[in-house]
């Protein structure tokens, strides 16, 4: 039985249409929309069908007519990752997350409270990147924003990315980290969908773990920094990182707190599909650090996210905050609370 | 309080020297020795000091000296990865690895039963690779290989490799698979440590990942195989996987049985540095597939893999299978029990 209270922040738009390039000649990269059946449309990638999408990703009321099942108050939605596009020309780039921003406050606006915005920034180019998070907090009034666990290969924790997170601090805006394009493509053995299933996770992981070495939250104390998929492949990465760190000088050199410590600073989503996992999740992270994470409305998304929490057998302290609070928190909705971790 | 029972399935082995190349001019990747303080040398690979190591590495009575404390009654021994050359072409490869194995042999002799064997084969080239693999099986004795995570990038559930593990099968050999030369290495923030650190287990966790979905166990029932580091970041992945078949048609039909179900035929270490992390992998693999790993005798290895396990709160049965048994039955030491999975 679902508690119609979760908030869900790892939720996904794609606009109904997307614009003509303004500029001249269509980029190479830029998306476009093509029909498919009634309620789905294909997104179009350079010619090449990227990926089918249901009228959910667009449609606002669509969108909240599900929350009833899924247990859900409040969703934060930021773009499919791919439109991020960071691979485009600053300029071009720049337009289209303008556009897909633009969308997004719109579905807001029509939501009754219901969504908030966690929009799209240039990276590939940090000015630009910079105003564009001024613009989204300033103008739109987004709670956030969704980074790509790489930005053309730049890792989440290198230190080229300073002045953005600086940004995010200063503006006081979260940050959602989502993989993207992601390292190990080539151990894979099957279907194109593994990307998805075994990349993404080990990309998320990855990055995670570049903040820790790189001692970010150490730099920008109160960022609030989420991770989609559970973290992905951190929690297995975390326990050999700290001993690590007793072992290597090198690493005990460069890595000025605990990694453990630093990881429970972290904010991930609960999107891992196994209750013995998201409890093992909870003991490494701190049920302080985790939240609903739906990956709705993609086929892969979880229908059930608040019953998979409430079977884990957390007290019900740790319940309301997995299912509620922490995201408030990470979101930075409720006022009265601390941003930072308890 | 240790046990003086266990059995080490990850330890490797380096050779005091290394012969000269013979057939000419030294080929590139042609490792040698260089004498460093009284107890150790630095393994010299193209002019570059790969790593300084311990004369623990060669010398088996000081090895032997170790077993007391760390509680071991046996330990499989195998090269250090970086030697097994696949990078060399296959008659340099195949000579390098023949003086590898014979050196592991003359350990063995010298161990009164204290150790056994996982050789080298040079998989670069398949014929080469399963000539050497019936060499060490009828020659030499060992119980099994050792073999890279990937070998140059083709990971281990690829199924250009399905001649190999016929022929592991057919000659009842143990396959331990290791990390080597690991994917993710563009995604580290920090010292050169972070890739035995971060991306070892990274591509551990996609290498038995692949196997999963390759059905590689279902091909070769008989197979028994192992990963190092706790099956590195295959814990995390293995729920999302078991979701994903359910979602996918494409990998529902080529993955043609339960990943979780497949993952549990598969051995593992359990060198995860971590009590709850190793209660987390019984409960997903079993406690019927996990055994003490050690990485001894390098910097990074387990100074107390038994009180470990024994503080892990297992039963007086995991206990012994994890300390022990599951290790023997991995190893084929012990003809009374089934080498598959109970």
Redesign the interface.
């Known amino acids: 039985m679902s508690c119609r209270c979760a908030v869900d922040v790892h939720a996904h738009v794609i606009p109904g249409e997307f614009p003509r390039y303004l500029g001249g000649a269509t980029p190479a990269g830029w998306p476009s929309m093509a029909p498919a059946d009634a309620c789905h449309r294909h997104v179009m990638i350079d010619g090449k069908n990227y990926r089918t999408v249901s009228d959910k990703c667009w449609t606002t009321s669509r969108r909240l007519a599900d929350f009833e099942d899924m247990g859900l108050a409040l969703q934060a939605i930021s773009p499919m990752p791919e439109l991020l596009s960071y691979w485009l020309a600053p300029a071009v780039g720049a337009q289209l997350v303008r556009y897909l921003n633009e969308q997004i406050a719109g579905m807001v606006a029509e939501s009754g409270g219901q969504l908030v915005g966690l929009g799209a920034v240039p990276l590939q180019d940090m000015d630009l990147a910079i105003r564009e998070l001024q613009y989204i907090k300033h103008s739109l009034g987004f709670a956030g924003v969704e980074i790509g666990s790489?930005i053309n290969?730049v890792?989440v924790?290198?230190?080229r990315l300073d002045p953005f997170f600086e940004a995010c601090e200063a503006l006081d805006m979260a940050v959602f980290v989502h993989a993207l394009r992601p390292?190990?493509m080539?151990?894979?053995?099957?279907?194109?969908?593994?990307q998805?299933?075994?990349a993404y996770?080990?990309?998320v992981?990855?990055?995670a773990?570049?903040v820790l070495?790189?001692n970010l939250m150490t730099r920008r104390p109160q960022l609030r920094l989420a991770f989609s998929?559970?973290g992905?492949?951190?929690?297995?990465?975390l326990?050999?990182?700290?001993?690590?760190v007793s072992?290597?000088p090198?690493?005990r050199d460069?890595?000025t707190r605990s990694p453990t410590a630093q990881a429970r600073e972290l904010f991930y989503d609960a999107l891992?599909?196994?209750t013995?996992?998201l409890r093992?999740l909870a003991?490494?992270f701190g049920a302080t650090q985790l939240m609903v994470g739906t990956d709705y409305p993609f086929?892969?998304h979880d229908h059930r996210p608040v019953e998979r929490i409430q079977d884990a057998g957390f007290d019900a302290l740790a319940l309301d905050q997995l299912l509620q609070a922490n995201a408030r928190r990470f979101l930075g909705l409720d006022p009265s609370l601390p941003r930072t971790t308890p």
């Open positions: 790489n290969g890792v924790g290198d230190p390292a190990g080539d151990r894979l053995v099957g279907p194109a969908a593994l998805q299933v075994l996770p080990t990309d992981g990855l990055a773990a570049s070495t790189s998929h559970g992905g492949t951190l929690a297995m990465l326990p050999r990182l700290e001993q690590a072992v290597f090198a690493l460069s890595v891992v599909f196994d013995p996992t093992h003991h490494t086929n892969f």
